[in-house]
């Protein structure tokens, strides 16, 4: 296992270990991704023909990971993307295709997929820069895509499983995980929560938005973006 390997299992491990601990956070979080694998589904409107791109799935292997292959109704039409092996995708879904790379460089030529989804993978790969080059690399390879990430602007940080710290300033919030002893996730590079406006600060001009954010007790939770009508 590569050093950026096991830096993203290590953050994967963390994230999971931290909402284990509250049996309810994973059950509001799966009745989320059910309900936003549904907006996703009824603006998308997939095929069987459909040729669809998932980008960061994990190789940590539980009930409540690569969740969209589970629920997907035509996984033989998914390319499955990750920096980390999860090769066993080929095995769970049979005609799926796995390629183990990095969502800021993808071997894949330009608009060669009809629709593409990232869910809650955006805010783990690092810089402000580096969120920008990935939906850009995203956009470059797709028609239209779905790309999702939590809220920072919800009261409760679900990575972690903390209440408000994460408002604060970035360095701060960090300092603090650290003193938790959440190394991994005071990373930047493991780490970098979005709010929409920061989020739509990352699109290219003349990009068509449409927004299908999920909410939860009332708040934004999770922000749902369908880009497309994009070069």
């Known amino acids: 296992m590569s050093l950026k390997e096991e830096e993203s299992h290590t953050s994967d491990s963390t994230f999971y270990e931290h909402q284990d601990k509250y049996s309810f956070v994973q059950r509001i979080i799966g009745q989320a991704r059910q309900e936003m694998f549904d907006h996703f589904m009824e603006v998308a409107r997939p095929t069987a023909d459909t040729a669809v791109l998932d980008v960061g799935v994990t190789s940590y292997r539980r009930h409540d990971t690569n969740s969209f292959e589970k629920m997907y109704p035509y996984p033989a039409q998914i390319t499955a993307l990750g920096t980390d092996d999860a090769s066993f995708l080929e095995q ?14 993808m071997p894949f030529a330009d608009k060669q997929f009809d629709l593409a989804t990232s869910w809650a993978t955006v805010e783990h790969v690092g810089s402000y820069d580096n969120q920008r080059k990935f939906v850009k690399e995203i956009m470059r390879v797709s028609r239209r895509c779905l790309i999702t990430t939590p809220n920072r602007w919800y009261p409760i940080e679900f990575h972690t499983v903390l209440p408000l710290l994460h408002w604060l300033p970035p360095a701060q919030f960090r300092n603090i995980l650290r003193l938790l002893k959440m190394e991994s996730l005071a990373s930047e590079e493991n780490l970098n929560l979005l709010g929409e406006k920061e989020f739509m600060d990352l699109l290219p001009p003349g990009v068509k938005c449409t927004t299908l954010h999920h909410r939860l007790f009332g708040s934004i939770s999770n922000l749902l973006f369908y880009l497309e009508d994009y070069n």
Not at 95 to 104: D, P, R, S
């Open 92 to 105: 769970d879904f049979p005609g799926l295709k796995f390629v183990k790379a990095n969502g800021l460089n």
